[in-house]
Structures are given as structure tokens and as C-alpha cells.
């Protein structure tokens, strides 16, 4: 029987076709990804991190979204609010803040 244990392996190794369980813990800070790193204003941006509750908050460039949807713990969806501005996206959460591992690009129409 494969179990999950506190030290990053498992114990027997997992049985064949059971597959095999690991945690690993490096205590590193939690970070947001996004996907896409670009969109238009209005557009939904899936933002993957963790500690993500229905209070958590989130903003494009100090501009907070008013659009959020929380899938778990760590994924959420929220949508580029009206006037926000490039740069990097942040995550309040009742653990801290997070902060996107790359600027976000706010993509405008280009209408001729």
C-alpha cells in the first residue's frame, strides 16, 4: 500500500499500476502564475497559486478586479478589471500577498 509520508517518499514504493504518491517541502514562497500573461480589458485570467479563499482579492497593476472566481485553494479565476495598466498582478490572501512571477500585459484593441 503506497502512503503519503512527511519526509518526500513513500514507504514500499506503491504497488504496480497504483502509481506512487510524493510531497515535497522546500518551504519556498508561494508565487502566482497566470494564464495568459495577456489579455483585453473584461477578458477572465486563470491565476494559479495557493491559499486562495472567497475573500481573496485580486489586482492588475494596483487596479482591483471586481470579477473573481475561485475554482480551490490554488486556482481562481479573475477577469481584467476597466482601467487597469500593465505590470505585475497581485493575490491578497489571509496568508499574505503574492505576487505574479511576470508582468502581465493589458492588450488593447487595434482598431483602424
Known amino acids: 500500500m ?3 509520508m512527511d ?3 513513500t514507504s514500499a514504493g506503491g504497488t504496480y499500476g497504483g502509481g506512487v504518491l510524493y ?3 522546500e518551504n519556498l ?3 502566482v502564475a ?3 500573461f495577456q489579455a483585453e480589458v473584461g477578458k477572465p485570467v486563470e ?3 495557493q491559499g486562495f479563499t472567497a475573500s481573496t482579492t485580486v489586482s492588475f497593476n494596483g487596479t482591483t478586479a471586481t470579477t473573481v472566481k475561485v475554482s480551490d485553494g490554488r486556482r481562481l479565476v479573475a477577469n481584467v478589471p476597466r482601467g487597469a495598466t500593465s505590470g505585475y498582478v497581485t493575490v491578497k490572501t489571509s ?3 503574492l505576487t505574479s512571477n511576470q508582468p502581465f500585459i ?3 484593441l487595434a482598431c483602424h
Open 106 to 108: 493589458v492588450a488593447r
Open 95 to 97: 496568508s499574505g500577498t
Open 23 to 25: 510531497r515535497l517541502n
Open 29 to 31: 514562497p508561494p508565487f
Open 7 to 9: 519526509s518526500g517518499y
Open 47 to 49: 491565476i494559479l497559486g
Open 34 to 36: 497566470l494564464v495568459p
Open 2 to 4: 503506497c502512503r503519503l
